[in-house]
């Protein structure tokens, strides 16, 4: 038997050689509809182009002033983040589900449009838990959000509600734009915290995010925000190419249940409602354990399948 494959060994090599220059050959050779090449072989050598810096940038409407610093700190975040491909595609597939209620929110509280971006540089528009106990999309901290007016118990954390943590968020920002004076300063602000920011302009006698030498996330924060704004805004500039049926939606009709009255089991309240605790769940992340106290005077909405 072994001297039987031995003699099979070289075969097996020549089959196995043949059908790799083929794989190679194909990939390289296929074209798509529009005339591109999207073989395998030229995904793998084709180059990677720096991003384009020829165009002016601004955040909220403020134009970033563009020397020999912010023009090297604003390529870095553009550049980590046009290449970071499964992070930025992600994004973007979040975004066409997150941003139309956002946005909507924004324009309500009178916030400019692009502070939907910061969403997106705190938390990948995810309900995200930081080491440092931040969570939620917009990154609350727990002593923060409850300033802000969010609920956080045992059984709900509203930092996880996206149109109430939304509404905090632009309470917030308000807040930080009447004290720091522009939408640039006040997402700096947001970042490191409105007493750490108001001591560096102090210490730096500076008034401007862009003239301050923060510490290096705060550096790079608003720059950032800026370059995920320019990725979102025009994917196919940066390769990503993504059919409409690709991104997320909020596509499912839901119904909203209000509750007045404590529930002890939120497993049989969503059979119940013909769901599962599941689909309960992914519609209504705030909800933190099985069941949902409900104290005399209060309410909540609920979300679930139609």
């Known amino acids: 038997m072994k001297s039987q494959y031995r003699t099979l060994f070289p075969v097996f090599g020549f089959v196995a050689g043949i059908v790799f220059t083929a794989l190679i050959f194909f990939s390289y050779s296929y074209t798509n509809e529009d005339g591109k090449n999207s073989g395998l072989f030229f995904r793998l050598t084709q180059q990677v182009r720096s991003v384009r810096m020829d165009k002016s940038f601004e955040f909220a ?11 090297e700190r604003l390529d870095r975040e553009l550049s980590v983040n046009a290449y970071w491909q499964s992070a930025t595609l992600l994004h973007i597939k979040l975004a066409h589900k997150h941003f139309p209620v956002i946005e909507k929110i924004l324009k309500e509280q009178g916030i400019p449009e692009d502070f939907k971006y910061l969403s997106v540089a705190e938390s990948s528009l995810r309900n995200a838990t930081s ?12 002593p923060a959000a409850t300033e802000l007016g969010l609920e956080i118990s045992t059984d709900v954390d509203e930092r996880m509600h996206l149109e109430k943590s939304t509404l905090a968020a632009c309470k917030y920002i308000k807040y930080l734009y009447s004290r720091f004076g522009t939408w640039t300063n006040a997402a700096g602000a947001y970042n490191v915290g409105p007493g750490s920011f108001a001591r560096s302009q102090a210490e730096q006698k500076e008034s401007n995010y862009y003239d301050m030498n923060i510490n290096e996330e705060t550096s790079r924060y608003v720059f950032r925000i800026i370059a995920i704004k320019e990725i979102l805004a ?13 991104k997320y939606e909020n596509n499912t009709k839901l119904k909203e249940i209000t509750v007045d009255q404590t529930i002890t089991d ?30 005399n005077g209060k309410s909540y909405v609920i979300k679930l399948p139609a």
Do not use: C
């Open 61 to 71: 409407g403020e134009p970033v002033p563009i020397n020999e610093d912010t023009r």
């Open 131 to 142: 080491s440092a106990g931040a969570k939620g999309y917009w990154q609350f901290m727990k």
């Open 234 to 246: 025009n994917p196919d500039d940066f390769g990503y190419y993504l059919e409409d049926e690709h």
């Open 266 to 295: 939120l497993a049989d309240f969503a059979h119940q409602h013909g769901t599962t605790y599941r689909m309960l769940k992914y519609y209504n992340p705030w909800l933190l354990t099985n069941k949902l106290t409900v104290t």
